[in-house]
């Protein structure tokens, strides 16, 4: 009878790492080729979107995680209305407001909060709206904004969902009055840059 041989842990070893460096090889092909595609008007490959979404849910839960929300007066939440009109509504849509056309070309797709809201937690809302969201075209408005003004922001998300189209068109834009950002004419944005 022949004896039996043992397990090749060498062997298993090198194949291992012939398999690692297959697959550094094959990934700097791709990036350093140009062969992602990387066009906003493509979806991603298959497995690639749900993966990142998944990688983004579960980074964000973890940071807000840290986070305690202060309480909201409805005064708060009204607030919030007016500086989300200004910051958020061309990109997400609000009550009785459709996104801006430019955001159909976005990928991915700027979310309708209204929806994504139940999914989130307004510490998370907070957190997204401080920090951004890479490749997502969602900046980080903390470098822009105080923390104060974007938990009222992330009150009002949540909130959403209860505010009709009227109730919403009638808070003025928080935005136009704090920092005179109104309409501008071809004459006043040529004279203001």
């Known amino acids: 009878m022949a004896a039996r041989r043992g397990f090749g842990w060498g062997a298993f070893f090198a194949g291992a790492i012939a398999v690692i460096l297959l697959a550094i090889v094959v990934a700097a092909i791709i990036v350093f080729g140009g062969y992602y595609p990387v066009a906003a008007s493509k979806g991603d490959p298959v497995g690639v979107g749900p993966l990142l979404s998944a990688s983004r849910d579960h980074a964000v839960e973890r940071s807000a995680s840290r986070l305690t929300a202060p309480r909201f007066s409805a005064a708060d939440v009204r607030e919030g209305a007016g500086h989300f009109k200004g910051m958020c509504e061309e990109c997400h849509g609000a009550p009785g407001v459709r996104p801006g056309e430019f955001a159909s070309g976005m990928n991915p797709r700027p979310p309708d909060l ?13 957190w997204i709206a401080k920090n951004g969201l890479k ?3 969602m900046p980080a408005f903390g470098k822009t904004d105080e923390d104060e003004e974007l938990w009222k922001v992330a009150a ?4 959403m969902p209860k505010f009709s189209a009227s109730d919403y068109a009638a808070i003025p834009n928080a935005h136009e009055e704090e920092h005179g950002h109104g309409e501008m004419t071809g004459d006043k944005l040529a004279h203001n840059h």
């Open 114 to 126: 209204a929806e994504a809201a139940d999914d989130l937690s307004v510490a998370e809302v907070f």
């Open 135 to 137: 490749m997502t075209g």
């Open 156 to 159: 009002f998300v949540k909130a």
